[in-house]
Nanobody, 132 residues
């Protein structure tokens, strides 16, 4: 069973940056899409970005494209979310999650995050607050 632990959240001013980390253990992340999701107060959980670790392919929500970057370390134990040019609309609890996929999907497909129900392992979340 994959375990995920997020860290790196905090308070940042508009226009600032944060880097979130998701420590992955219990299995190799190469068997999963790893995604970042967020839930803002009063809103539904939404997908932000994902990565297929085995090939390094990524996918982003339109709202964060060009501002956020998802990546993983070479040891494949941590997935990062670099967030730049943050705005108040980015305030949310951020979660990382894992979606087990077939070898074919992992090698040749693009990770997706439209349906959080596809992701069956979740971290506890880390709060990001963007405010002056």
């Amino acid at each position: 069973q994959l375990q995920l632990v997020e860290s790196g959240g905090g308070l940042v001013q508009p226009g600032g940056s944060l880097r979130l980390s998701c420590a992955v253990s219990g299995d190799t992340m190469d068997y999963y899409y790893i995604g970042w999701f967020r839930r803002a107060p009063g809103k539904e959980r939404e997908g932000v970005a994902c990565i297929s670790s085995s090939v390094g392919s990524t996918n982003y929500a339109d709202s964060v494209q060009g501002r956020f970057t998802i990546s993983r370390d070479n040891a494949k134990t941590t997935v990062y979310l670099q967030m730049n040019n943050l705005g108040p609309e980015d305030t949310a609890v951020y979660y990382c999650a894992a979606d087990p996929r077939s070898t074919h999907e992992l090698l040749f497909g693009q990770c997706v995050f439209a349906d959080p129900a596809d992701y069956d392992a979740w971290g506890q979340g880390t709060q990001v607050t963007v405010s002056s």
